[in-house]
């Protein structure tokens, strides 16, 4: 079945420590996405890529960081420079960057204490 | 203000209710218009995508868009206890490539239908 995988579920970190979350889609879409799931304030955008080797900020990119090396794969690393990193993390997919709907993983909850 | 307004509810209904979810925007360039589903600690899942105005059916799901108004809509017939998530309407220009045109969501309002 195609879909994204987010892996793994719950991450646990200390405070300071650099973070990877992996995202891996196998719907031969050309464009990816992180997003940000916080109480009381929606989907926030933190990066996205229209196509391998290349992506572009969003709204909240301060403190991610992320690659596209191959059209599958769209890891995002949450670096010790966030300041409020816990949260629910979104990874999405979508044919195009254009008017394309956007289909998501499961998410990554990240808890940093 | 915000982009996109939606009420965040709790919205709590009987079962075989019909529910009406709503969703005001401010940008009148706003062509593509979407519904998710979002379970518990589960990612959004898509249930309805229109273009412009006008009404879209799919089983117990209607919605609804007046681009007049900028005024989104979401009806559920004969409502489920399955039917029980959040739901977040969503929408883009659909044209241009960059930032302008990102998916830009409402903040979801909670639906509890009650067995």
């Known amino acids: 079945d195609g879909g994204i995988t987010q892996s793994p579920k719950y991450l646990f970190r200390k405070e300071g420590q650099n973070v990877t979350l992996s995202c891996e889609q196998n719907?031969?879409?050309?464009?990816m996405y992180w997003y940000r799931q916080d109480p009381g304030q929606g989907l926030r955008l933190i990066y996205y890529?229209?196509?391998?080797?290349?992506?572009q900020k969003g709204d909240i990119a301060e403190g991610y960081s992320v690659s596209r090396e191959k059209k599958e794969s769209f890891p995002l690393t949450v670096t010790s420079a966030q300041k409020n990193p816990t949260a629910f993390y979104l990874c999405?997919?979508?044919?195009?960057?254009?008017?394309?709907?956007?289909?998501f993983g499961n998410g990554t909850r990240l808890t940093v204490t | 203000q915000k982009e996109v307004e939606q009420d965040p509810g709790p919205l709590s209904v009987p079962e075989g209710a019909i529910v009406s979810l709503n969703c005001t925007y401010s940008?009148?360039?706003?062509?593509?218009f979407m519904w998710y589903r979002q379970y518990s600690r589960k990612g959004p899942e898509l249930l309805m995508y229109?273009?412009?105005?006008g009404n879209k059916e799919d089983g117990r799901f209607t919605a609804q868009v007046d681009k007049s108004s900028k005024y989104i809509s979401l009806f559920i017939r004969d409502s489920q206890p399955s039917d029980s998530a959040t739901y977040l309407c969503?929408?883009?220009?659909?044209f241009g490539g960059g930032a302008t045109n990102k998916l830009i969501f409402g903040t979801g309002t909670l639906l509890a239908v009650q067995p």
């Open positions: 999405a997919s979508s044919i195009r960057h254009d008017n394309s709907p956007l289909h």
């Open positions: 719907l031969n879409h050309d464009a």
């Open positions: 229109t273009y412009s105005s």
């Open positions: 890529s229209q196509i391998v080797n290349d992506f």
């Open positions: 940008n009148s360039a706003f062509q593509y």
């Open positions: 969503a929408m883009r220009l659909g």
